[in-house]
């Protein structure tokens, strides 16, 4: 009898982990206020990347609502990347432009040759001093990538914030 409920419970154990739902890692990033080279610049305090299986979210939080360029850099591991960016126009608080666009190349790509990119489902919510990206998972390699690193650009003028600091890119991010 103890074998048949010690043999039970394994088997529900399996069938419980078979069952769950994979879960994506998530990188949270902290970056230092006022290291963004002015008052007026675009400066990240933080970042938080979530690399799911059907998508990539990207949220990125400022220390103040500012006009000004984002570029969120994706590299997957050993393939050519990719670039959201994100333009952001008009009057603090109030109605502005807001522009999405997705280019090819990572900054950290360490291949080469083409790399051409088609994501119209690419969604961007910006408002107040956070900017969300989204990016469905096949608009890069049509989906079949695993591990990415990124890191995130921010412009007004000329460059403005960089994170992860000094770093150049996060370290690789599991794919769930």
């Known amino acids: 009898m103890l074998r048949t409920l010690a043999a039970a419970t394994a088997t529900t154990a399996l ?10 890692a998530t990188l949270r990033l902290d970056d230092p206020e006022g290291d963004a080279g002015g008052a007026k610049r675009l400066d990240v305090v933080g970042v938080t990347i979530r690399n799911d299986d059907d998508r ?15 570029i969120v850099s994706i590299d997957p591991r050993g393939a050519r990347g990719l670039r959201l960016v994100a ?3 008009g009057e603090p608080g109030g109605d502005g432009a807001i522009g999405q666009q997705v280019l090819p190349g990572a900054f950290t790509d360490t291949t080469t040759g083409p790399s051409p990119v088609t994501c119209d489902s690419y969604r961007l919510t ?5 900017a969300r990206m989204v990016m469905p998972s096949d608009c890069l390699h049509d989906g079949d990538y695993g591990a990415i690193r990124v890191a995130v650009l921010t412009e007004n003028g000329a ?6 600091g000094e770093q150049g890119a996060t ?5 769930g």
């Open 15 to 24: 069938l419980a982990l078979a069952a769950s739902p994979a879960h994506a």
């Open 56 to 70: 990539v979210v990207v949220r990125v939080a400022f220390a103040e609502e500012r006009n000004g360029d984002l």
């Open 126 to 130: 910006w408002a107040g001093d956070v």
């Open 87 to 89: 333009e952001k126009r």
């Open 159 to 164: 460059d403005s914030d960089y994170a992860p």
């Open 171 to 175: 370290r690789w991010i599991a794919r």
